[in-house]
């Protein structure tokens, strides 16, 4: 939904935005833990960055965190270098969060089409197992 609106919300206001990111983790959390259930988290870098408590909040109820790129950037609308880049901030910030390795990648509004199918080689040359 981010890619929706970023004609009228550019990624520098971000911030001036109250976050109900926390609130909604934690009733996530809340809902998956009374049905014993186990979920990968797929957490933009940024994310990670202006709430580490929540990310901390995920991996200690024994959920796995996955990489959402760092501020939602279609993967076809960037260069390769670009999208490593981008990658590689959000997956180091989510590593260092959560004290474990980052496997899993979700491309922004499932922006890995046949235009972009070079991002596939380089998530495998970052570390990533699946996408």
Not at 29 to 47: H, M, N, S, Y
Request: aromatic letters at 12%; glycine letters at 8%; hydrophobic letters at 40%.
């Amino acid at each position: 939904m981010v890619s929706a609106f970023s004609s009228r919300v550019r990624f520098e206001e971000w911030s001036s935005f109250e976050s109900r990111v926390g609130g909604n983790v934690d009733r996530i959390l809340d809902i998956l833990e009374e049905r014993k259930v186990q979920a990968t988290f797929f957490v933009l870098g940024w994310v990670g960055e202006k709430n580490p408590d929540v990310v901390r909040r995920i991996v200690r109820r024994g959920h796995e965190i996955g990489c959402h790129g760092y501020r939602h950037s279609l993967v076809y609308d960037m260069e390769q270098d670009a999208f490593r880049e981008d990658t590689r901030k959000a997956k180091r910030i989510l590593e260092d969060l959560s004290g474990a390795p980052v496997f899993g990648y979700r491309a922004p509004s499932f922006s890995i089409t046949k235009r972009s199918l070079w991002a596939l080689d380089v998530l495998v040359e970052e570390g990533f197992k699946y996408d």
